[in-house]
């Protein structure tokens, strides 16, 4: 059973910088594809990042230059590390393994707001 638990979350003013975390239970965990999304009040769920197998990473534009997707194999944990934060950030943030038809954490609320 795939289990996803996202941490990290919380209220910060903007240019401030928070880092999600993502423990998750999943055998072979460096063999997949993990990523963040986020959804906004009222807006669909968007891809923020995404970090394959080997390392490679992709972006939304809106966070490039701004989030770092990272993970560690041997934790079985997936990070996103957020800086020079927005209130556009402010969202649900979910861990996910397989896309939109995967399996998704709980979510964790990020608020940016002074």
């Known amino acids: 059973q795939v289990q996803l638990v996202e941490s990290g979350g919380g209220l910060v003013q903007p240019g401030g910088s928070l880092r999600l975390s993502c423990a998750a239970s999943?055998?072979?965990?460096?063999?997949?594809?993990m990523g963040w999304y986020r959804q906004a009040p009222g807006k669909e769920r968007e891809l923020v990042a995404q970090?394959?197998?080997?390392?490679?990473?992709s972006y939304a534009i809106s966070v490039k230059g701004r989030f770092t997707i990272s993970r560690d194999n041997a934790k079985n944990t997936v990070y996103l590390q957020m800086n020079n934060l927005k209130p556009e950030d402010t969202a649900v943030y979910y861990c996910?393994?397989?896309?939109?038809?995967?399996?998704w954490g709980q979510g964790t609320q990020v608020t940016v707001s002074s």
């Open positions: 999943i055998s072979a965990f460096s063999m997949y594809v």
């Open positions: 970090i394959s197998s080997g390392g490679s990473t």
């Open positions: 996910n393994k397989g896309g939109v038809s995967g399996y």
